[in-house]
């Protein structure tokens, strides 16, 4: 396959490898398309520089050759990328069960994260994404156990499911103005988060966005009209909750195992409480409700005394 290369192409290549094991990858600003016949042969080496046509600007696993990723079989060497600038777009699963990558740099120019891309990235620490990124693909850091702190971009309009799913030791979210979706489990089991603080121009929180973030005690959403089934499920550490005039339909299993939850502050907008919402919330021995609001005989733990304004 090498002879497929350009010679001039194949000189660059060979001229920057030596026969140590791979720990870093670095990428050439001409670059920027990983193909079979350069991984095959190269990537057992300790350093890549790939020399490639200026118009190529994805990085990405070539269909149907890659079931985990291009470096999935070497994901006990790489250790530290960097990516120039000038890429645009990082492909699924590009470094999927990269188990030792620490660390990772990314241009500015990328505007968009396939799915699974640094999931299983069970070392990596710090990562600082782009500020012109626009998609985070789905589960795109799932499971990084590490990781930290996170920024989000402040064009990134959408986090998509699961996509910071069990980053158990995670402690600081930046949530941006134009951040107006959270959808399934994008943040399911952060154990170690513990502050949700959300702009207005969220408007939508969904599927166990939340759910098993054990130690937040500080939530802050304003207004968002429907929170979804099981949002902030298991959240034990959580004590007290306002929530602001424009929500209008607390769902299933919304609160539910917040065993710690003591007061609830309820909006005059709201028009329902669904079945189980506050399930199991043990402490909470008192609510206050707006008249009209429709709730089910066990929306609320039997111990809670219920109070119509």
């Known amino acids: 396959m090498l002879s497929k290369i350009p010679r001039n192409i194949l000189l660059k290549i060979l001229e920057t490898l030596d026969d140590t094991t791979l720990t870093r990858l670095a990428i050439d600003d001409k670059l920027i398309f990983f193909r079979d016949f350069i991984l095959q042969n190269v990537i057992s080496k300790e350093r890549v520089l790939l020399y490639l046509e200026k118009n190529h600007n994805n990085l990405e696993r070539k269909t149907n050759l890659w079931s985990e990723g291009p470096f999935s079989d070497y994901h006990y060497k790489l250790e530290y990328i960097t990516i120039p600038e000038g890429v645009e777009h990082l492909g699924s699963d590009i470094f999927y069960k990269c188990i030792l990558l620490k660390e990772v740099k990314l241009p500015n120019s990328i505007i968009s994260i396939g799915h699974l891309a640094f999931s299983y990235c069970t070392m990596l620490k710090y990562i600082e994404l782009p500020e012109n990124l626009l998609w985070l693909g789905c589960n795109c850091f799932q499971n990084c156990s590490n990781l930290k702190s996170i920024t989000i971009p402040k064009d990134l309009g959408r986090i998509t499911r699961n996509t910071f799913d069990r980053c158990y030791s995670l ?5 941006p103005k134009n951040l107006w979706k959270i959808e399934d489990s994008a943040f399911r089991d952060c154990l170690s988060l ?16 939340f759910c098993g973030c054990r ?4 939530i802050h959403i304003s207004g968002i009209p429907s929170i979804d089934h099981h949002v902030f499920r298991e959240c034990r550490n ?16 919304a609160f539910d195992d917040c065993i710690n939850l003591e007061r609830v502050t309820f909006p005059t907008t709201l028009t329902r409480i669904a079945s189980n919402a506050f399930k199991r919330c043990a402490k909470l021995k008192e609510v206050r409700l707006s008249k009209g609001v429709k709730i089910n005989e066990n929306s609320f733990p039997g111990h809670t005394k219920i109070i119509i304004n």
């Open 171 to 175: 402690e600081k979210v930046e949530f």
């Open 194 to 209: 513990k502050e949700i603080n959300l702009k207005k121009e969220t408007r939508s929180l969904e599927f166990a966005a």
């Open 215 to 218: 130690n937040i005690e500080k």
């Open 238 to 253: 959580l004590k007290t909750i306002n929530l602001q005039e424009g929500t209008k339909i607390i769902r299933e299993f």
